[in-house]
């Protein structure tokens, strides 16, 4: 049997702006090899502390209280520094949300996809550049060299993002972040990059933590995902069974919500209040050491 490439176990985060409010309960999840995981939940769910934990970038004002973020048996919580630092960017990347403030916009493309690769791979800058030219022709960029030789403001929103996809993937790393990729870009390039992301992450081998507020995007692209409210893990499986017979309802509130192309005339339908209630409860529960809504896993 083949050992989960990422396992994050009982992950508890806490708040030291906010009085040490929670913001991530005791979050447990496991990504797969060749996996795509999604992560989904709405805004101040704690989406982007699990990413940003994993990327040992977590904000002064937040502290991890307990857990471990263990990837191929190490637990990157504990490493020291300069072991972290030789993972991170290498084994692990991201594809951060905004493309237009990803990019260093005074530097061309070119300097920007190859630092990493002669850095972590020790490439020289020609192999870098050759590299870099290949990757951006994977992501069906049609003009690699005129690309490379441009600053980020003289590329659209979509081909932005579609450098910092070949960025992330040049290193071939064995995890890939994807934090809310295509928020920033229309439904059509949306769609384009949801199946470029899948086609290098099967073609490498690669598993990936997609980020995503929306399960209409994750539907297209996870094979498994985790529900997150208010830093608590409420429901996970696999993305079809979920979809299909939500048992949470929260996951259900989410579905209500999502619009729905081949109904155009059906309005959106909000959390009602009942619900809100009910989970406040929940975590209320949970907080004071209780069991209530435990997430399944399938």
């Known amino acids: 049997m083949i050992a989960p490439r990422l396992v994050i176990e009982a992950l508890s985060a806490i708040s030291l702006r906010a009085a040490g409010a929670p913001i991530l309960r005791r979050v447990s999840l496991?990504?797969?090899t060749g996996e795509?995981?999604?992560l989904v939940g709405e805004s101040g769910a704690g989406k982007s502390t699990i990413a940003k934990a994993i990327l040992g970038i977590v904000p002064a004002q937040v502290k991890i209280t307990s857990g471990r973020i263990v990837f191929e048996g190490r637990d990157l919580l504990?490493?020291?520094?300069?072991e972290l630092r030789a993972v991170l960017g290498r084994d692990i990347t991201l594809v951060p949300q905004d493309p237009s403030t990803a990019l260093n916009p005074s530097r061309r493309i070119d300097a920007q996809m190859t630092d990493g690769l002669r850095l972590k791979r020790g490439l020289s800058m020609r192999e870098a550049r050759l590299r870099a030219r290949t990757l951006l022709a994977e992501v069906q960029i049609r003009d690699p060299e005129r690309v490379l030789s441009s600053y980020p403001h003289q590329l659209s929103g979509g081909m932005r993002q579609r450098v910092l996809i070949a960025a992330a993937f040049a290193l071939e790393p064995k995890l890939v972040i994807a934090d809310e990729p295509t928020t920033a870009l229309d439904v059509t390039v949306q769609k384009q990059i949801l199946r470029l992301i899948r086609a290098l992450q099967e073609r490498h081998g690669t598993s990936v933590l997609f980020v995503s507020?929306?399960?209409?995007v994750v539907a297209q692209i996870c094979d498994r995902v985790s529900v997150l409210y208010m830093g608590k893990v409420v429901e996970q499986g696999r993305t079809a069974d979920i979809l299909q017979n939500p048992r949470h309802p929260y996951t259900q509130a989410l579905l209500a919500a999502n619009p729905r192309y081949d109904r155009p005339d059906t309005g959106l339908e909000p959390t009602p209040p009942e619900v809100v209630a009910a989970l406040r409860a929940e975590i209320a529960a949970f907080d004071a050491g209780g069991s209530v809504g435990?997430?399944?896993d399938g």
């Open 294 to 296: 435990e997430a399944r």
């Open 30 to 32: 496991t990504v797969d």
């Open 78 to 82: 504990a490493l020291p520094a300069t």
């Open 36 to 38: 795509v995981h999604g």
């Open 213 to 216: 507020h929306d399960l209409g």
